[in-house]
């Protein structure tokens, strides 16, 4: 898996390069590592920004106090889920692509300068850079069966008559004494909390 995300992210490099975007050129970008995430979660992937370029920051006001936001790093950790690497090549390269845009200056957010380089590429590269991805969207372009994924959600209710699955990403409090199976009015069980 590591195999094909290394060439994959080489492909986004060359593409980049047609159309004048030149990540490797640490001086400007800083440098850059991708792997598979350790951890699986919901997100596509992430960009973690590391020894942050001290000469460039602005200001943001938090309550009394004006904190130092820094606009740009020397190095980036760009980590992608692994359910992304079942889908679509062109949809992973699109992940990589979105993570890639977060290691530019003034990008570690989804403001104006996100935007405007997600726009360049995708009008130039043919891409869909958005700011949040499609999963259900995603499966079906890949011919996938999308489930209701476990890591989605932080409960999994089960009746315990009927073993129906229920998910939750939050209960009510007393949830187990106050409902009831919503198919054969069993006792609820919770079969997992993270
Ligand atoms: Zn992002
Ligand atoms: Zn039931």
């Known amino acids: 898996m590591q195999e094909k995300l290394k060439r994959l992210y080489e492909e986004c490099i060359q593409e980049l390069k047609t159309i ?5 050129d640490s001086s400007k970008i800083g440098e850059i590592d991708i792997k598979i995430a350790k951890r699986n979660a919901k997100r596509y992937g992430c960009c973690k920004q590391l020894e942050p370029d001290k000469k460039y920051y602005h200001l943001v006001k938090r309550g009394y106090r004006r904190i130092k ?3 740009k790093f020397l190095k980036h950790t ?11 090549d062109k949809i992973i390269k699109n992940t990589i692509l979105h993570e890639l845009i977060h290691c530019m200056p003034n990008c570690n957010n989804h403001g104006k300068e996100f935007k405007f380089y997600a726009n ?3 009008e130039n590269l043919g891409y869909d850079i958005q700011r949040l991805g499609n999963k259900k969207e995603d499966y079906k ?3 996938l069966e999308y489930k209701e994924n476990d890591l989605d959600y932080k409960y999994i209710i089960q009746c315990s008559q009927c073993g129906l699955i229920y998910y939750r990403q939050r209960l009510k409090r007393n ?16 079969k997992k909390f993270k």
């Open 175 to 190: 949830f187990l004494r106050d409902y009831r199976c919503g198919k054969c009015k069993g006792k609820l069980i919770i």
């Open 141 to 143: 372009k890949s011919n």
């Open 78 to 88: 760009i980590e992608i889920s692994k359910w992304v690497m079942e889908l679509d």
């Open 20 to 24: 004048h975007i030149d990540v490797t």
């Open 120 to 122: 360049y590429i995708n």
């Open 69 to 71: 936001v820094y606009d």
